[in-house]
């Protein structure tokens, strides 16, 4: 895996919608810029990036957490694959391995790691989705994260992303944690 950049993103929120946060709230986010061995290819077999996955995973989460003030409560992953790339190659590098590495950090992980993946441009930003990394449900943990590293991605580079934050919304006022919606009717 050839890594040309690591760029660290930490957003601390006191405020939101003209009232105080309920307590402050940071999220972070850790960036790989990584060089991206299937641009510009027609592959069917993306097993070289699958193995980025758990690596980029591991380090990833530990720059994060190194930016957190308390424990993760949500989580997020992204990447922005460069022009001459697929969405698959950011695919491969998020889902099969990434997870577990990400879920061991931050002791626990029993709900599903919310990921975006798109094609950008240098200079792309993109939306993280958190959410609570053991409840799904828990709504007030349902959050985004912006990010952008200047400078990337390249055609040929894959912006990696791993996001936490060690709380929800600032001032959640929808539906309280634990709640379940009720089931869908046709």
């Not at 001459?84 to 992980?109: C, F, N, Q, V, Y």
């Amino acid at each position: 895996m050839d890594i040309r950049r690591i760029w660290l993103c930490k957003d601390v929120v006191f405020a939101e919608g003209g009232l105080p946060a309920l307590k402050p709230v940071t999220r972070v986010a850790a960036c790989a810029v990584i060089a991206n061995p299937a641009a510009g290819h027609a592959l069917d077999d993306l097993s070289e990036l699958v193995a980025f996955g758990a690596d980029l995973g591991a380090r990833l989460v530990k720059e994060a957490q190194a930016l957190l003030p308390g424990p993760a409560i949500s989580y997020g992953k992204a990447a922005i694959v460069g022009t001459s790339g697929d969405i698959e190659h950011a695919a491969a590098i998020l889902h099969p391995r990434m997870g577990k590495p990400m879920r061991e950090a931050i002791g626990g992980g029993q709900a599903i790691i919310p990921s975006n993946v798109k094609i950008g441009g240098v200079g792309s930003a993109i939306d993280i989705p958190l959410g609570h990394k053991d409840d799904v449900w828990s709504f007030d943990q349902i959050d985004t994260l912006s990010a952008m590293v200047p400078n990337a991605p390249r055609p040929d580079e894959i912006v990696v992303v791993v996001a936490l934050a060690d709380g929800g919304r600032p001032r959640p006022r929808v539906a309280k944690s634990g709640a379940v919606p009720p089931a869908l009717t046709v």
